[in-house]
């Protein structure tokens, strides 16, 4: 610590104090939110070409009690900095693997796949694949329905036992979706060797796509590098229907967005795909 001139130690500035206690405050309620049942899991639909739902993504939310609904945007990287993003990844694949199960019993849901974040620090626990293998059998949920996402921040890391760990769990019939492509470090040998199903064009790509541009260079080289490689494009972020109308164009497989619907609890989910069935 540097030693102010009145001799009193000068740790941070008022900001960075701020921030440090803000970050310990929130870094005990996630603890408690954790154990007191105070997140939950909302679902945005995936749809097809013909707008058909084939799935979700599952996207976590934190009612809290007097800050109301937390983004997660502002607590998954407190709880990777503090490790506490282990028991919260946990805990979202047990609620995934909960509702797959429930699933497997529900006309109209069954074909239904789930896509669920995976943070990094989370895969790389030596027993990940055991603890969703477990998890899978505990709620008997179908594996062929469960897709993994994620980030490009991995290949960062011990490739050998990524690799390894994937195809274990590919082996009992998981996919694996490469999230938010293009936003990070990627390279494109290590895309060839992991067992990818489908690459995720991250919004950023998707935001600025217009029907009058002359070239539309990320989205349409992600979606021409994903068909050499045999590999699903799922477009995220789909706000317009220029926005889909140029992604089709392109070759796109499937869409996400608020075009097709927002993240909504469960129940909301649920009702959506029962009405439209009913149709
Ligand atoms: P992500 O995985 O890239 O998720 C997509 C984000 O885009 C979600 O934000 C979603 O609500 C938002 N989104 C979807 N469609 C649209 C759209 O049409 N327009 C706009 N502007 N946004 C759209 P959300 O739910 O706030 O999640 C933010 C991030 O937090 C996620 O980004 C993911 O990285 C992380 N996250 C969410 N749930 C989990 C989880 O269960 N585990 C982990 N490890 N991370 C999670
Ligand atoms: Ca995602
Ligand atoms: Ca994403
Ligand atoms: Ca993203």
Redesign the pocket.
């Known amino acids: 610590a540097k030693q102010h001139r009145d001799g009193k130690p000068r740790l941070f500035h008022q900001a960075q104090e701020d921030e440090l206690e803000e970050r310990l405050t929130l870094e005990r309620e996630l603890q408690y939110a954790i154990e007191h049942d105070e997140l939950c899991?909302?679902l945005?639909p995936q749809v097809d070409a013909e707008r058909q739902v084939i799935g979700a993504?599952?996207?976590?939310?934190w009612q809290h009690p007097t800050r109301g609904m937390v983004?997660?945007?502002r607590f998954?990287p407190v709880a990777e900095k503090t490790g506490l993003?282990l028991p919260?990844?946990h805990w979202?694949l047990k609620e995934g693997c909960r509702l797959l199960g429930e699933w497997r019993h529900m006309p109209g849901f069954q074909d239904l796949k789930l896509s669920?974040?995976?943070?990094v620090r989370?895969f790389q626990q030596p027993d990940f694949a055991e603890q969703v293998l477990a998890l899978i059998q505990r709620y008997d949920a179908p594996p062929a329905r469960l897709t993994l996402?994620l980030?490009e921040s991995l290949l960062l890391s011990d490739t050998d036992s990524t690799i390894k760990k994937m195809e274990q769990l590919q082996r009992v019939g998981i996919s694996f979706a490469l999230?938010?492509f293009g936003t990070g470090y990627s390279s494109l040998s290590y895309l060839k060797v992991l067992p990818l199903d489908t690459l995720?064009i991250?919004?950023a790509f998707v935001r600025d796509l217009t029907l009058h541009m002359q070239a539309t260079p990320i989205a349409a080289t992600i979606i021409t590098l994903a068909e050499s490689l045999g590999l699903r494009v799922v477009a995220?972020?789909?706000?317009t229907d220029e926005q889909r109308v140029v992604l089709a164009r392109l070759g796109c497989h499937i869409y996400?967005?608020?075009?097709f619907g927002?993240?909504s609890t469960v129940k909301a989910f649920s009702n959506a795909i029962v009405e439209y069935d009913a149709v």
Request: charged fraction near 25%.
């Open positions: 899991l909302y945005q993504e599952a996207l976590i939310r983004s997660p945007g998954i993003i919260l990844g979202v669920l974040n995976i943070s989370q996402e980030t999230d938010d995720k991250d919004i995220e972020g789909v706000e996400q967005g608020y075009l927002r993240p």
